[in-house]
């Protein structure tokens, strides 16, 4: 199914919400949220598609600090990042004596902060994915999976959840740009 491009604002609510239901039939997660930055470096949800098992959090806000920078700059350089068990133990790295410790910016298998495991542990999320929103080096939003239970997603999905992320922000784009160009013809 492809998303189009919304012309107006009853049309970009839908459109939202036609991607969170997008993401949710692609992976089978219990709940997809479109997470959007604000201004002020806050964030907001304003889509959501939930089997019904968690409260929902569509209209809620919540601080910058909620996600922290280094993490919105790693969200920038990877489309995507999958924690398929919140109960899995991190694995230490072991680096040949004298030798750098590897660089894992780029890789999958990179732990994730204690603080955000005991975050999602306290939301009742076994396992999470989330999907970068970006475009021009700037970070627009996330899509964010949660799942009840474990649960890994193979990369092809992933990737193809990845392009449609892409996708909504072109269409986004397009929406905004259209809407600019209206406001500015109608004043003249």
Not at 38 to 59: F, N, P, T
Not at 124 to 131: D, H, I, M, R, T
Request: glycine share 8%; net charge negative; aromatic share 10%.
């Amino acid at each position: 199914q492809l998303l189009n491009a919304p012309a107006s604002p009853s049309e970009w609510e839908a459109y939202g919400q036609q991607t969170v239901d997008l993401f949710r039939s692609l992976t089978g997660y219990d709940r997809i949220m479109l997470y959007r930055f604000l201004d002020d470096g806050s964030g907001e949800v304003i889509a959501e598609s939930s089997s019904g098992m968690y409260g929902s959090y569509l209209g809620l806000r919540f601080p910058a600090s909620d996600i922290p920078q280094i993490a919105r700059n790693l969200y920038l350089k990877n489309p995507h990042r999958q924690i398929a068990d919140v109960a899995a133990a991190p694995v230490p790295i072991v680096a040949l004596e004298g030798a750098d410790t590897p660089d894992l910016t780029y890789s999958d298998l990179r732990a994730v902060s204690p603080v955000h495991i005991q975050y999602l542990k306290n939301m009742e999320v076994g396992a999470s994915l989330s999907f970068s929103i970006a475009g021009g080096g700037a970070l627009w939003g996330l899509v964010a999976c949660h799942h009840r239970s474990p649960r890994y997603l193979d990369y092809r999905i992933r990737s193809r959840c990845a392009e449609l992320a892409n996708a909504f922000y072109m269409g986004m784009m397009a929406y905004s740009s259209n809407m600019r160009l209206s406001y500015i013809t109608s004043v003249d």
